[in-house]
């Protein structure tokens, strides 16, 4: 694996709703693999890490396999009704069109999977994430 210092797995999703569990669930094998994991609860904290080399990681609906991302607009971000609905898809792409993160690298994993179900899924997709 590429050298891991400084390297920093942005973490998404509520660990207490079952099927978007899946990223805070892998934080301990992260960490094992020496990232730096950050956990994050709303999308603007990403504006904290914004000057270091991160992955996100988050729980997607739609897809039946771990993927990586490199360009925010391939990312479907949803119907925004409220602040509430302000999703990370979203902000990503308002990141993107300002210039603020041109290189995105997100990993998502199928909403409702197991933690152990796709660890290895996980490590080969940051593995060439950050190449």
């Keep these: 694996m590429a050298k891991l210092k400084n390297r920093f797995v942005l973490v998404f999703g509520n660990p207490f709703i079952k099927g978007d569990a899946t990223g805070p669930g892998l934080s301990h094998f992260l960490e094992k693999k020496g990232f730096t994991v950050i956990k994050c609860s709303a999308a ?8 270091r080399d991160f992955a996100i990681l988050d729980a997607a609906k739609g897809i039946r396999k771990t993927t990586l991302f490199s360009d925010a607009e391939s990312i479907a971000a949803g119907k925004l009704v409220s602040l509430h609905d302000f999703d990370l898809g979203f902000f990503l792409k308002l990141l993107a069109k300002t210039g603020l993160k041109k290189k995105v690298r997100i990993i998502a994993v199928p909403y409702g999977s197991r933690p152990a179900d796709v660890e290895d899924d996980v490590a080969a997709a940051l593995e060439k994430a950050f190449k």
């Design 44 to 51: 603007d904290e990403l504006l904290f890490y914004l000057d």
